[in-house]
């Protein structure tokens, strides 16, 4: 009799574990798929607002290249002034701004990628947290 009741709770503990596992794997694939959707609508939206961006800019650009060209009495002084401009922005942003735009993209994306939950706490306690929880529901349905 022992040895049956025995045996019965080593089979639920055996099924509550297969039923934990399979609940694990589809609440990670769950947690990617949402993840990913995240980073693809960010990635969209940049596309998006971004060339809206670049044509504004083009244009108040070409605009102010006009201007500086009738004011300097030559039309591609303006051109190349805007150029130089441009020209000057990027060195500097190569030299200095190269660390900076990777810490904000960095932040930005791991905010986007990782839960709440997830990023408050570490991945020791989450796991903990996780092994308690199917202790309990063992403890519980075993009894």
Not at 60 to 73: C, D, H
């Amino acid at each position: 009799m022992a040895f049956d009741r025995l045996n019965d709770n080593l089979h639920t503990i055996s099924e509550k574990f297969q039923d934990y596992t399979t609940s694990t794997v589809e609440y990670y694939k769950l947690h990617f798929f949402k993840s990913s959707m995240k980073g693809a609508i960010s990635l969209v939206n940049l596309l998006v607002f971004g060339s809206f961006f670049l044509f504004v800019l083009l244009f108040i650009s070409i605009g102010v290249a006009l201007y500086l060209g009738i004011v300097m009495e030559s039309s591609f002084a303006g051109f190349l002034i805007v150029g130089g401009f441009y020209g000057l922005v990027t060195l500097f942003l190569v030299i200095f701004g190269k660390k900076l735009i990777e810490r904000s993209l960095l932040k930005k994306f791991s905010a986007l990628l990782y839960d709440d939950d997830y990023a408050k706490k570490n991945a020791k306690e989450q796991a903990h947290e996780d092994a308690e929880e199917f202790i309990d529901t063992v403890e519980n349905e075993s009894v």
